[in-house]
T-cell receptor
């Protein structure tokens, strides 16, 4: 059974720090892994999508890596800013019993203080 | 503007009174899905649809119904809501779920309270 775990659950850092969020999954047979951002009371915004054949994706100050064999992904945020404060979720897409599934991690709540 | 639109944003109702939460996307996406988000449990999939007239159960389908008569709309129906369905609901869509290359787009959510 696919399980997705995110560590840490919460993180508080001063502005300007580089930081790493972790996501692990138990079954490596995935289509892709996505990183999302969720602001309080809002929907999720897709940040990066890494297909199963890819190793990493970059967008601005964000870089996500994928190591399928070890069941891990990391989201690297460079030079963090207060506007980065949000909850970050990862999700894996896969097939189970002939059905398409998407499983989310519980998220990492990030606070960047000035 | 490309978007997923859910209505209403907030809904308070009583046990047993049927309700529908609407979801519409203007991106010609094939895949649509409903999730509920609860503290400590994260996001869980209720139902999804690979295309028109094709729907399948997610992880927590009990107490919910969906329909996909048109590509753009995917309403969530609670025939007889109960207090344990109090939650934050999200609709999402994607061009395709099976090729692995299409990101998921989310609506802004519907906060439902059942008393």
């Amino acid at each position: 059974k696919q399980e997705v775990t995110q560590i840490p659950a919460a993180l508080s850092v001063p502005e300007g720090e580089n930081l790493v969020l972790n996501c692990s999954f138990t079954d490596s047979a995935i289509y892709n892994l996505q990183w999302f951002r969720q602001d309080p009371g809002k929907g999720l915004t897709s940040l990066l999508l890494i297909q199963s054949s890819q190793r990493e994706q970059t967008s601005g100050r964000l870089n996500a890596s994928l190591d399928k064999s070890s069941g891990r992904s990391t989201l690297y945020i460079a030079a963090s800013q207060p506007g980065d404060s949000a909850t970050y979720l990862c999700a894996v897409s896969f097939i189970s019993g002939g059905y398409n599934k998407l499983i989310f991690g519980a998220g990492t709540r990030l606070a960047v203080h000035p | 503007e490309a978007q997923v639109t859910q209505n209403p944003r907030y809904l308070i109702t009583v046990t047993g009174k049927k309700l529908t939460v609407t979801c519409s996307q203007n991106m010609n996406h094939e895949y649509m899905s409903w999730y509920r988000q609860d503290p400590g449990l994260g996001l869980r999939q209720i139902y999804y649809s690979m295309n028109v007239e094709v729907t399948d159960k997610g992880d927590v389908p009990e107490g919910y119904k969906v329909s996909r008569k048109e590509k753009r709309n995917f309403p969530l129906i609670l025939e007889s809501p109960s207090p344990n369905q109090t939650s934050l609901y999200f609709c999402a869509s994607s061009l395709s779920i099976s090729d692995g290359s299409s990101p998921l787009h989310f609506g802004n959510g519907t906060r439902l309270t059942v008393t």
